[in-house]
């Protein structure tokens, strides 16, 4: 009897509100799919860190190239204006010193001003075969290329400046032929 009333006392003062604890229940199969699509997703990382690596090394190939091909442009450029160099010096400095109103003391100032130019230009051609043909001083592709850029803007100056001398040795050769034709002319007709 005892039991009995403490079995009815302990069911009036729970009054129906008892709620069962227990284990939890998982379900494999969702844990199984999602192991997977972890390992999955693991590959396709791996693979896109693979193929940004391999852009990156392409992209600094194609930047070594284009600094190659600034280089090769640059220094066909310079060997281009050295060729016009030599041959303006060649022939215009031929067709002055073959005039008659270039003065004996004359040629050798002439020769000695394109001669200047001439050893310039040399002194930069050796130097520019001396920056390609070592790693000189360790320089970056784009410092080698900018540098042979201010060779060949050095180049062109000299260009420029032989042809001014040639013409101006021209201008005084124009002078002094018509001087000659003035001072020479006949006066009675």
Do not use: C, W
């Not at 990156?56 to 091909?69: H, M």
């Not at 180049?155 to 400046?161: D, L, Y």
């Not at 101006?168 to 001087?179: A, G, L, P, V």
């Amino acid at each position: 009897m005892k039991t009995l009333l403490l079995a009815l006392s302990f069911a009036l003062l729970s009054s129906g509100q008892s709620v069962a604890q227990g284990m939890p229940v998982y379900d494999n199969t969702n844990f199984i799919s999602l192991a997977k699509q972890l390992i999955e997703s693991a590959k396709q990382t791996s693979q896109l860190l693979k193929t940004v690596d391999f852009l990156r090394q392409q992209k600094d190939r194609i930047e070594q190239v284009s600094s190659v091909i600034k280089q090769l442009e640059a220094v066909s450029k310079l060997i281009a204006n050295n060729r016009k160099l030599f041959d303006m010096v060649q022939n215009d400095l031929q067709q002055i010193l073959n005039s008659p109103y270039i003065k004996p003391q004359e040629v050798e100032r002439v020769i000695a001003s394109f001669n200047e130019i001439i050893d310039r230009s040399m002194q930069s051609v050796t130097y520019v075969d001396k920056i390609l043909t070592s790693d000189y001083l360790k320089m970056s592709d784009a410092e080698r290329a900018a540098l042979l850029k201010d060779y060949e803007t050095q180049s062109n100056e000299m260009v420029a400046e032989v042809a001014a001398k040639t013409r101006r040795y021209k201008e005084i050769i124009s002078f002094r032929s018509m001087q000659d034709k003035i001072n020479n002319r006949q006066t009675q007709y």
